[in-house]
């Protein structure tokens, strides 16, 4: 049984640079979502796909911030011009489509900006 | 809108204890809710979940009931083990989303 995984898990880079990460869902889930969490705090929902769409984004992804689903399989998440700010872990999660379907995390993206 | 609110911590126990972590919650209508555990260095992982009024959700001696006259799901355990440490997160559902409190930290000594 493959859960969702991140590529890279740990992440460090110099403030200006760009970064880019990676999450392989669950096979056959519909719903792809990306959640920020910082140090003793809850995630925080960033944006979500249904299959290649991308259905909401939060005021939290600013300009600096894409993500995409090109073939509605993996996605990648890319920081433009990282600040330290950005520092943070960043969470992928899967779900089947359906209202109260469970979501399914991966394990994270640890993203220090030095 | 939506939000959800559970007890600060950290909350330290003796191994064997009774743990109670408190969760309320604020939503329009009836969303599901979930405790979701969060181990060092690590990402989230589902605990249990309940999808309507009077539900309870179980798993690995963890249980927590939907209250909807209290708007609360509180996370229970009878008795606490050192593997148990790490942060709860309590959630709910919104628009597909998964809206979460701030999280517990738990302290198991042994």
């Known amino acids: 049984d493959t859960g969702v995984s991140q590529d890279p898990r740990h992440k460090i880079t110099k403030r200006g640079q760009n970064v880019t990460f990676r999450c392989d869902p669950i096979?056959?889930?519909?719903?792809l979502y990306w959640y920020r969490q910082t140090l003793g705090q809850g995630p925080e929902f960033l944006t979500y796909?249904?299959?290649?769409?991308?259905?909401?984004k939060s005021r939290l992804l600013s300009d600096r911030f894409s993500a995409e689903r090109p073939k509605g399989s993996f996605s990648t998440l890319e920081i433009q011009r990282t600040e330290q700010g950005d520092s943070a872990m960043y969470l992928c999660?899967?779900?089947?489509?359906?209202?109260?379907?469970?979501?399914?995390f991966g394990e994270g993206s640890w993203l220090t900006v030095v | 809108g939506d939000s959800v609110t559970q007890m600060e911590g950290p909350v330290t126990l003796s191994e064997e204890a009774f743990l109670t972590i408190n969760c309320t919650y604020t939503?329009?209508?009836?969303?599901?809710l979930f405790w979701y555990v969060q181990y060092p260095g690590e990402g989230l992982q589902l605990l249990l979940k309940?999808?309507?009024?009077?539900d309870k959700g179980s798993n690995k001696g963890f249980e927590a009931t939907y209250r909807k006259e209290t708007t609360s799901f509180h996370l229970e355990k009878g008795s606490v083990q050192v593997s148990d440490s790490a942060v709860y997160f309590c959630?709910?559902?919104?628009?597909?989303?998964?809206?979460f409190g701030k999280g517990t930290r738990l302290h198991i000594l042994p």
């Open positions: 999660a899967s779900s089947p489509t359906g209202a109260g379907n469970t979501i399914y």
């Open positions: 096979s056959e889930h519909n719903r």
């Open positions: 796909f249904q299959n290649e769409a991308q259905l909401e």
């Open positions: 939503a329009t209508g009836y969303p599901s």
């Open positions: 309940a999808t309507k009024a009077d």
């Open positions: 959630a709910l559902n919104r628009d597909d989303k998964i809206i």
